[in-house]
């Protein structure tokens, strides 16, 4: 991690790609519909996610400062959020009481309201990464990347 607590693209790409290592390896080719089909063959995210290596996704990756916005990752703790947005002149707006709980977590439970995320992206089952709204969430996956907004 960078002097500045930014994970950056570099660090992002190595965690998905250790998690997309990990995906296509529990996956098996009878799941597959044919030998063509680039899918893992799994039929769950939830089903294999102990399986899944999400060990790097837990940095702050970059902070926009001109449109204000933030991007982290999904097992980021809201504490190591705040801190560095914190550290960047930003006001993170995020629950107190809770700093110890993911961002992924705090998405999905509401702890951070819907109209301060941007965008996710998430790894389907297909194994797929794919960008949505929080409320949106395609069945079964897997949130990757927050894209939250900030103010001054």
Not at 11 to 37: E, F, K, M, N, P
Not at 123 to 152: H, M, W
């Amino acid at each position: 991690m960078s002097q500045d607590g930014l994970g950056g693209f570099h660090q992002h790409t190595a965690a998905i790609g250790s998690l997309l290592t990990s995906l296509y390896r529990v996956g098996s080719a009878s799941g597959r519909s044919g030998s063509d089909d680039p899918s893992p063959g799994i039929t769950s995210i939830r089903a294999v996610m102990e399986q899944l290596d999400t060990s790097g996704l837990t940095n702050v990756i970059s902070l926009d400062r001109d449109h204000g916005q933030v991007l982290c990752q999904t097992k980021c703790s809201l504490e190591n959020l705040a801190q560095v947005v914190h550290d960047h002149g930003w006001w993170p707006h995020l629950p107190a009481s809770h700093l110890d709980t993911t961002v992924g977590a705090a998405v999905l439970s509401g702890l951070i309201p819907v109209d301060r995320v941007s965008w996710v992206e998430v790894l389907t089952s297909q194994g797929q990464i794919t960008r949505c709204q929080p409320d949106r969430l395609p069945p079964d996956s897997l949130v990757l990347t927050v894209c939250l907004k900030l103010e001054r």
